[in-house]
T-cell receptor, first 113, second 115 residues
Framework: AQSVTQLGSHVSVSEGALVLLRCNYS??????LFWYVQYPNQGLQLLLK??????LVKGINGFEAEFKKSETSFHLTKPSAHMSDAAEYFC???????????FGTGTSLTVIP | GAGVSQSPSNKVTEKGKDVELRCDPI?????LYWYRQSLGQGLEFLIYFQGNSAPDKSGLPSDRFSAERTGGSVSTLTIQRTQQEDSAVYRC?????????????FGSGTRLTVV
């Protein structure tokens, strides 16, 4: 079975501070992992994805995530938060077989000026 | 089209009425997915299409929910005899060929409110 756990439904950081959004997964087979961002009143946009190549994945807007198999984690980071990063972030996992993505419940990021 | 288009963007309906939600995927994307996002919840899988067939409809919550896809393109999600618990944002996504490594492209969703 596949599932995703996002620790912290709300995260607040100061502008310029490190952003760390946590994602842990469970998967019975080697997974593909994704982070999506949802800005207010918009659809979900793909930030980055891990598909069994490099374990450190760089995405758009300065975000990156590292796949750690031993910790079953795929945490999202950004060195310096910007006001425009305020959004909802979703981690998703899919086995490399089958068709369904499993999403976490999301983390709402607030950036404090 | 350039992106996944969903209509209507907002729908308010009375309990017991039927509603149809439309999704127009990116041209050339053979895989199409419907998800539901309730307030404060993550995305709940409803159904997956590959072309016009639906090999995985395991997420449809009841027989009031159905979906079809025609011409390998537009999909319609129909909810019959709507209930208040059906209120949610219904999100459609498409993907090139359904291969997992590509990820999805989502539409902006249809916000359904059942009163």
């Amino acid at each position: 079975a596949q599932s995703v756990t996002q620790l912290g439904s709300h995260v607040s950081v100061s502008e310029g501070a490190l952003v760390l959004l946590r994602c842990n997964y469970s998967s019975s087979v080697p997974p593909y992992l994704f982070w999506y961002v949802q800005y207010p009143n918009q659809g979900l946009q793909l930030l980055l994805k891990y598909t069994s190549a490099a374990t450190l994945v760089k995405g758009i807007n300065g975000f990156e995530a590292e796949f750690k198999k031993s910790e079953t984690s795929f945490h999202l980071t950004k060195p310096s938060a910007h006001m425009s990063d305020a959004a909802e972030y979703f981690c998703a996992v899919t086995p490399n077989t089958g068709n369904q993505f499993y999403f976490g419940t999301g983390t709402s990021l607030t950036v404090i000026p | 089209g350039a992106g996944v288009s969903q209509s209507p963007s907002n729908k308010v309906t009375e309990k017991g009425k039927d509603v149809e939600l439309r999704c127009d995927p990116i041209s050339g994307h053979t895989a199409l997915y419907w998800y539901r996002q309730s307030l404060g919840q993550g995305l709940e899988f409803l159904i997956y299409f590959q072309g016009n067939s639906a090999p995985d409809k395991s997420g449809l919550p009841s027989d009031r929910f159905s979906a079809e896809r025609t011409g390998g393109s537009v999909s319609t999600l129909t909810i019959q005899r709507t209930q208040q618990e059906d209120s949610a944002v219904y999100r459609c996504a498409s993907s090139f060929s359904g291969l997992q490594g590509y990820g999805y492209t989502f539409g902006s969703g249809t916000r359904l409110t059942v009163v």
